[in-house]
């Protein structure tokens, strides 16, 4: 009885010391399809912004968790992913410390490009700057790519791995790029950035205005003719109480005179007049007595 009871004791054991193997070679087996690392020295900031975009190998079962380690002195600005093209904000937690690095974990829910920004401190000595970045190998990627900004006013420069310089056609800013592939988990690749700077200007501060063309289709313009009726029917009430304010006005005073005016017409008109010589009736408006020429007595 005893052996049986330590037989079905044993088994789940078994179970679970078969399933953490298998659990840890698939996280073990996470990998990330593309990584996009992009170096900005002094954009916004004077220290570097470190900006990363990737996604996950084809492949990759979802929803999962990975870690990516960031310099502990790093300040994590923004989590997101782009599953329509717009970058939408991801909750993370806290990232926590571990051997040296900071740990930024991350709930991947679908495939698409994630996206993650950071600022890094520069080491300068006058005039000259350098920044050493590292991909720690947290996971295999299968295509990496780096794209180092030139910031203004750098009059020279140096790369390890040496990149190639590269002109936007948009706006004219000069692009360093370098890339390489099949990265393997574990694998680390340093990337090294010197140059020299003669000012502390900032790049954004560089940055043309963009206006674009304003029409009805603006987002955030106020086209009058949405709101024309309004203001037209808003004027038409003020030009009504307008009106009645001063008819009221122009009023209030009218009907005690007219009144008295009535009254006075009526008494008048009531009042029978006759010539105290002859006794013949007047008329109201007479003065002298028609018949015999005497003035007239009126009653006051």
Same mark, same amino acid.
């Given at each position: 009885?005893?052996?049986?009871?330590?037989k079905?004791?044993?088994?789940?054991?078994?179970?679970?010391?078969?399933?953490?193997?298998?659990?840890?070679?698939?996280?073990?087996?996470?990998?990330?399809?593309?990584?996009?690392?992009?170096?900005?020295?002094?954009?916004?900031?004077?220290?570097?912004?470190?900006?990363?975009?990737?996604?996950?190998a084809?492949?990759?079962?979802?929803?999962?968790?990975?870690?990516?380690?960031?310099?502990?002195?790093?300040?994590?600005?923004?989590?997101?992913?782009?599953?329509?093209?717009?970058?939408?904000?991801?909750?993370?937690?806290?990232?926590?410390?571990?051997?040296?690095?900071?740990?930024?974990?991350?709930?991947?829910?679908?495939?698409?490009? !994630?996206?993650?920004?950071?600022? $890094?401190? *520069?080491?300068?000595?006058?005039?000259?700057?350098?920044? &050493? @970045?590292? /991909?720690?190998?947290?996971?295999?990627?299968?295509?990496f790519n780096?794209?180092v900004?030139?910031?203004?006013?750098?009059?020279?420069?140096?790369?390890?791995?040496?990149?190639?310089?590269?002109?936007?056609?948009?706006?004219?800013?000069?692009?360093?790029?370098?890339?390489?592939?099949?990265?393997?988990?574990?694998?680390?690749l340093?990337?090294?950035?010197?140059?020299?700077?003669?000012?502390?200007?900032l790049?954004?501060?560089?940055?043309?205005?963009?206006?674009?063309t304003?029409?009805?289709?603006?987002?955030?313009?106020?086209?009058?003719?949405? !709101?024309?009726?309004?203001?037209? $029917?808003? *004027?038409?009430?003020?030009?009504?109480?307008?009106?009645? &304010? @001063?008819? /009221?006005?122009?009023?209030?005073?009218?009907?005690g005179?007219?009144?008295?005016?009535?009254?006075?017409?009526?008494?008048?008109?009531?009042?029978?007049?006759?010539?105290?010589?002859?006794?013949?009736?007047?008329?109201?408006?007479?003065?002298?007595?028609?018949?015999?020429?005497?003035?007239?007595?009126?009653?006051?």
């Amino acid at each position: 009885m005893h052996g049986s009871f330590y037989k079905w004791l044993f088994l789940p054991l078994l179970f679970a010391l078969l399933i953490i193997p298998v659990t840890a070679n698939a996280q073990a087996g996470v990998a990330l399809d593309t990584l996009t690392v992009q170096l900005w020295p002094e954009f916004d900031q004077p220290s570097m912004l470190v900006i990363y975009d990737f996604t996950m190998a084809e492949g990759t079962s979802f929803p999962l968790n990975i870690n990516l380690r960031i310099p502990v002195e790093a300040n994590l600005i923004a989590v997101a992913y782009a599953p329509s093209g717009n970058l939408l904000n991801v909750p993370y937690p806290e990232p926590f410390e571990e051997d040296g690095w900071q740990v930024v974990t991350i709930t991947i829910d679908t495939a698409a490009i !994630y996206h993650i920004e950071y600022y $890094a401190p *520069l080491t300068r000595s006058d005039a000259r700057r350098e920044f &050493l @970045y590292l /991909w720690p190998g947290d996971y295999a990627v299968g295509i990496f790519n780096v794209s180092v900004k030139v910031p203004v006013d750098t009059t020279e420069y140096t790369t390890d791995p040496q990149m190639r310089e590269v002109i936007s056609a948009d706006n004219g800013h000069t692009f360093l790029e370098w890339g390489t592939s099949n990265l393997q988990a574990g694998e680390q690749l340093p990337i090294r950035l010197t140059y020299t700077k003669t000012s502390d200007r900032l790049s954004v501060s560089d940055q043309p205005l963009e206006t674009g063309t304003v029409d009805e289709s603006t987002q955030g313009r106020i086209s009058l003719s949405n !709101y024309l009726p309004y203001i037209l $029917a808003g *004027l038409g009430i003020l030009l009504i109480l307008t009106g009645g &304010l @001063y008819f /009221w006005q122009t009023s209030k005073g009218r009907p005690g005179p007219r009144l008295r005016h009535r009254v006075r017409e009526t008494e008048a008109v009531g009042a029978e007049i006759y010539c105290h010589q002859c006794g013949k009736r007047a008329q109201p408006a007479d003065r002298f007595c028609r018949t015999c020429g005497t003035r007239l007595r009126k009653e006051t």
